[in-house]
């Protein structure tokens, strides 16, 4: 087939338009398929919004048609972007177990389990229907389960967020289109394989991972729930011969999969007291802030704001300080709440999430400051012990409960803590205790932030209003800590341990997490049958 790309039509143009369009582009009478490889939006004219297209389109002589329109960069062939497997499990082989159920470890497993290679998968938290009832026992009632929360249990920290499977990882071995494919057996809808910018929603999450949850039990893959890995067995040679349950429990393995993403800070201590290479990485800190979707939709969108084809709007930004320092919007939910995402009694953590719909009265994102090693001198663990500190100084500006502090714009900027809401009102569960959030932030990241959001307001008219809600403390951005490997995928100095996904450093969200299970998944394999163990690209 052939490809063509930059493909523009009205927002409003009739399905038939398409068809014609790329018929015109190729100079061709008839086009007998065509296929929607990537939609996107182009609303930098908001008086003129446009769809841009991607498309394979099926012609007649497509070797005549490629030849004629060689010096178009917008017409080549279509690429290959099908999996292929890179073998299968050889008789007899070893279970391989991965440790850790988000997007990460269910994607190596389900890969793993179409080798046949029968994973065995092991989970600190509860399958995710439960989890969702202990999650919701901290929204509504205040009351935090350690062990089953937003960040651990089925499907890890992604399934309560917007749900967004989009990246700006380079991925030449097309591995995210095989993400995107298995999400859609698994019941998304099957457009995220072509809009610019897809999501799924908390709701559609849950179901998702139950199916592949199935699929990879009927494959012969094992689940063991509220299995927390607290020790590994090495031997001489510090190759991995075992896992640790805090049962007691052994587990024999030589190939263990590291999917436990960034808050198993338990699980980084051990590592560290055993030897695990690992060093500290840079994340960022800051705050939720909330404004009505209608402001952004019209900011961005002018008067097509609320058409259906556009949807609610999103934003992304970023603004160098003159203190050296960046902040930059990170997870934006569109028509979203802001959620209660600790996992630690007395503390405090903000995360965003929404449904498919993205219907809610407002839109969040966490307005964030780049920190690295230098701010929290200390050894390998410190950006642990730092996130601790500021989480625990929100509980405190909360009011000692799992109440966020929160303050408004225009008393942040002001520097006077806020004693009473606008027209603003946030979305955080259990609820907000207005304070100043000075409080509970690092002095250059308030610094920072303060310079900042009159920038944002700048672009997006509206974005520094003085009631819309800052809600603290934004910490779990990234993990705090990398764990070094190899060519191979395998530790650097603990052979048979694959770190992989967001909590070890290699990924930055849903698609990312899935496409570095993928990977792992195919090196474990290719430890398994000895062969030269680099991974591909």
Request: charge should be neutral.
């Amino acid at each position: 087939m052939i490809r063509v790309t930059e493909l523009r039509l009205p927002l409003d143009h009739p399905p038939e338009a398409l068809g014609a369009a790329v018929a015109a582009r190729l100079g061709v009478a008839e086009v007998r398929a065509v296929h929607v490889a990537r939609r996107a939006h182009d609303a930098r004219r908001k008086a003129a919004i446009v769809f841009s297209y991607t498309v394979d389109a099926d012609v007649a002589d497509e070797a005549g048609v490629l030849a004629r329109l060689a010096g178009d960069k917008h017409v080549s062939v279509s690429p290959d972007t099908g999996y292929r497997f890179v073998g299968r499990a050889p008789a007899g082989a070893a279970r391989p177990v991965v440790v850790g159920t988000g997007p990460c470890g269910i994607l190596a497993a389900l890969v793993l389990a179409q080798m046949g290679f029968r994973p065995i998968i092991l989970e600190r938290g509860k399958v995710v229907r439960e989890r969702t009832k202990d999650t919701w026992g901290l929204w509504r009632r205040g009351v935090l389960n350690p062990g089953s929360n937003v960040q651990f249990g089925e499907g890890g920290a992604g399934t309560f967020s917007d749900g967004k499977l989009y990246s700006q990882i380079k991925d030449p071995g097309h591995r995210g289109r095989k993400v995107l494919e298995e999400f859609v057996r698994a019941g998304a809808p099957e457009e995220i394989l072509w809009v610019a910018k897809p999501h799924i929603g908390t709701f559609r999450l849950v179901s998702m991972v139950e199916h592949i949850r199935a699929t990879i039990e009927a494959l012969g893959g094992e689940y063991r729930w509220g299995s927390q890995v607290v020790d590994l067995e090495l031997d001489e040679r510090r190759a991995v011969r075992g896992v640790v349950l805090e049962s007691g429990e052994r587990i024999a393995a030589d190939h263990v999969i590291l999917a436990v993403g960034h808050s198993a800070r338990d699980t980084f201590a051990r590592l560290h007291e055993i030897g695990v290479a690992m060093e500290a990485k840079p994340f960022s800190i800051g705050v939720r802030i909330e404004h009505p979707q209608s402001l952004i939709d019209r900011a961005r969108f002018g008067n097509f704001a609320g058409h259906d084809a556009l949807g609610a709007a999103d934003y992304k930004l970023v603004h160098h300080c003159a203190n050296g320092r960046s902040v930059y919007s990170f997870c934006m939910c569109p028509g979203g709440t802001v959620v209660a995402a600790t996992s630690e009694e007395g503390r405090v953590v903000t995360n965003g999430m929404s449904q498919y719909s993205r219907a809610e009265r407002n839109a969040n994102a966490g307005i964030v400051v780049g920190i690295d090693p230098s701010d929290y001198p200390g050894g390998v663990l410190a950006g642990i012990a730092f996130q601790r500190k500021w989480e625990s100084l929100a509980f405190a500006a909360g009011g000692g409960t799992y109440e966020a502090p929160g303050q408004l714009v225009g008393d942040f900027l002001a520097g006077r803590a806020s004693t009473s809401f606008g027209s603003v009102l946030p979305s955080y569960k259990p609820g907000v205790h207005l304070t100043d959030l000075a409080a509970c932030l690092p002095e250059y990241a308030v610094a920072a932030i303060r310079e900042a959001l009159p920038v944002f307001g700048r672009q997006i008219p509206g974005f520094d209003m003085a009631d819309a809600v800052m809600t603290g403390v934004e910490t779990r951005t990234s993990s705090p800590v990398r764990l070094p490997r190899g060519a191979d995928l395998q530790s650097t100095n603990t052979k048979g341990l694959f770190p992989a996904g967001e909590g070890c450093g290699y990924a930055g969200g849903i698609l990312s997490a899935g496409v570095d299970g993928i990977r792992v998944a195919e090196a474990v394999a290719r430890s398994v049958w000895g062969r030269e163990a680099v991974a591909a690209a």
